[in-house]
């Protein structure tokens, strides 16, 4: 007879500490049956633990890796490489480009790009308009001081123009990043609030940091690239990391750099990428899909993006790799055919040739135009509009062929180049409607003033014309692996010559340092409009320091320009309140008689400086000016015990004593 449910239910709750024989007297049953239904109940505890163990087995490793990872967070191992931290002290309303985000790229690497000191609000303003750049060397201003880069440029004009706004423009671009750093900062950007993205990027696809052929490759294939960025957020993948790249210290590496090659030389691993071939079609692809996920995450966050055409040198900058490439002839026969036609005033045939000599360079520093073919099929995609660079540059150009009129060497514009993306950029916006097609800066004169009123001077350029000569000193300009000699007899034409090589030879002495000096330079002999402009460059270098705004006023009032200076203090106090610009705003008020607006200037000014014997002298006078004749005796009395010969201010006193004497006696 099988077990009933109530006998079953007794030998569960009795089988581990009673025998079988026992429960089949108690229970009045079969002990085979109860031996066999125990058996069964082992049998399915077993199962039970084994899987318990397998799970253990599967999340032991789990908790390890999850305490492990909290414990570094908690001990703060590793670099913060966030893409915005917030500012130093003296900035914390703002928040700033992490200086060391580029080590996510190439992590361990000495000497690696640094973004621009671009600060923006943490809290973005009603009245904001937010404007973040995305780009490579190009967009980061190279071979010149950021002054120069074309979206501090774009961002004075906005504000020049847009005064009823408050314009950011953010600009993320470093050396030798290409599509997959972009891409990584695309969420961080989008958590920022923009209004607007600026994108000039594409020339470092294949040698940029993890890019097809770069050295600082992890994989040609996009989902280990991704995978490998997407760890890179977490403590323990950078432990790991750092463990691994320790032990391979201690095994003598080959192919040992050249100590003077440039970090265009040190990235690429892979010199010739034929056109066409299987890596040539692989950063294709990898553009072509990076661009794409990246416009994907603006167009979800209903922001805008303006992507712009890649412009390079045609003209004048032969292939620097020629090599046969399928149905295609060798890049330098092109070349010299496009020359052969220029000459023979075939200029429509020409330009063909050039562009395909440029695209046949195996050599891929200069982006072949299939790439801004791609740029244009994906914004297609999302209907966002695209920049026509090649044509702005074009109609500037001599036989409208871009070549060494507008460009420095293959792809780096040079000054007059970073002025025509400017006006390429705004007027694009004005064209989308992203800013007021109203507003003036379409015709040539006006952008010939706003190069004229921007902040760069002689020491700028110079600085930025031994860059590219250092540049041109080593490989592809020069042999592979030849040391490079460019500064070896260079021979200095100026004092701003000189400052530029002490520059780059002296890691303490930097632009803006240079700049000070050449002002000083200028102040003791009395040259004083030579002065501003060195501190108008230092303004643009450096937006958020309040000493040059100072300084440049200081000259023009020198100079006896009082309006013009009354605009760079009025500026000044928009980063920090300084007696100077108080005393001098109030100064230059009761000149211009607007002395109810002198007086609350020249009050704050008193409060920070209370025993200035000119300012106390001002304000009495304001006051007097103002029928205020008690307030002016108040300050007089104060001034003549400070400074009892202070030229007038006896002569006042008794006019303003005098003036109440005959009131209280009336």
Request: with cysteine; hydrophobic share 40%; glycine share 6%.
């Amino acid at each position: 007879m099988p077990l009933t449910a109530r006998q079953k239910e007794l030998i569960q709750k009795k089988y581990e500490y009673v025998s079988a024989r026992k429960l089949a007297k108690e229970l009045d049953a079969d002990s085979s049956l109860i031996e066999e239904y125990i058996k069964g109940l082992k049998d399915e505890c077993s199962q039970r633990q084994q899987k318990v163990f397998r799970l253990l087995l599967i999340l032991t490793p789990v908790f390890f890796f999850v305490l492990l990872e909290m414990a570094l967070r908690v001990f703060g191992y590793g670099e913060n490489l966030a893409l915005f931290v917030n500012a130093p002290e003296g900035y914390e309303k703002y928040r700033m480009i992490n200086q060391r985000v580029s080590q996510r790229f190439f992590p361990g690497r000495k000497n690696t790009p640094t973004p621009p000191f671009d600060l923006f609000l943490k809290e973005k303003p009603e009245n904001g308009y937010r404007i973040f750049v995305l780009g490579g060397s190009t967009a980061a201003g190279y071979p010149y001081g950021n002054n120069l880069m074309f979206p501090r440029i774009v961002q004075f004009y906005l504000n020049q123009h847009f005064p009823q706004k408050k314009s950011e423009v953010v600009n993320v671009a470093m050396a030798a990043i290409n599509s997959y750093a972009l891409l990584d900062f695309m969420d961080e950007i989008l958590r920022e609030k923009p209004d607007l993205i600026l994108f000039y990027a594409g020339h470092n696809e294949y040698y940029g940091a993890l890019g097809v052929a770069s050295s600082e490759s992890i994989g040609r294939y996009r989902w280990i690239v991704k995978s490998y960025l997407y760890l890179d957020n977490y403590k323990t993948f950078i432990l790991l990391r750092d463990l691994l790249k320790g032990i391979t210290r201690i095994f003598p590496q080959n192919g040992e750099e050249v100590p003077t090659a440039t970090l265009m030389e040190r990235l690429v691993a892979q010199r010739q990428i034929p056109f066409h071939g299987d890596l040539y079609e692989q950063g294709k692809f990898q553009f072509q899909e990076n661009l794409r996920d990246l416009l994907r995450k603006a167009y979800q966050a209903d922001v805008p993006v303006l992507v712009s055409e890649l412009v390079s040198n045609v003209r004048d900058q032969r292939p620097f790799i020629s090599v046969p490439a399928g149905k295609y002839p060798p890049a330098e026969t092109v070349y010299q055919k496009a020359l052969q036609l220029l000459e023979d005033g075939r200029t429509k045939e020409a330009r063909q040739n050039f562009y395909l000599a440029k695209d046949l360079d195996a050599l891929r520093f200069r982006a072949a135009e299939e790439l801004n073919e791609i740029i244009y099929s994906i914004a297609g995609e999302f209907n966002f509009p695209v920049v026509p660079m090649i044509q702005f540059f074009e109609s500037v150009s001599v036989d409208n062929l871009i070549g060494n009129d507008m460009m420095l060497e293959h792809l780096h514009p040079n000054i007059n180049g970073y002025f025509m993306m400017v006006r390429a950029f705004i007027e694009t916006m004005k064209k989308f409607k992203f800013i007021d097609a109203q507003e003036p800066g379409d015709n040539g004169e006006d952008w010939q003033f706003l190069k004229q009123s921007w902040g760069y001077t002689p020491l700028d350029s110079l600085y930025g014309r031994l860059r590219i000569h250092i540049l041109k000193g080593g490989w592809p300009f020069q042999p592979k692996a030849a040391p490079n000699k460019a500064l070896l007899n260079y021979q200095p034409g100026s004092l701003e010559d000189s400052m530029a090589v002490r520059i780059w030879r002296d890691s303490n002495y930097s632009l803006e340092r240079a700049h000070v000096e050449l002002a000083d330079y200028y102040d003791k002999r009395k040259r004083f409009h030579e002065a501003f402009l060195e501190y108008r460059a230092l303004i643009a270098l450096t937006p958020f320091n309040v000493s040059p705004y100072l300084r440049a006023a200081d000259m023009l009032l020198k100079n006896q320009k009082m309006e013009k200076a009354l605009g760079y203090l009025e500026k000044s106090l928009q980063l920090e309140e300084t007696m100077f610009a108080l005393k001098w705003i109030g100064q230059i008020y009761l000149l211009q008689e607007r002395t109810e607006e002198a007086i609350p200037f020249l009050e704050k000014a008193r409060r920070v400086a209370p025993s200035d014997p000119q300012l106390l002298f001002n304000l009495a006078g304001a006051y007097a000016l103002a029928g205020r004749y008690e307030s002016s005796h108040i300050i007089l009395q104060q001034l003549l015990k400070i400074s009892p010969d202070f030229p007038d201010a006896v002569m006042l006193y008794e006019q303003v004593e005098s003036i109440l004497k005959g009131r209280s006696s009336g």
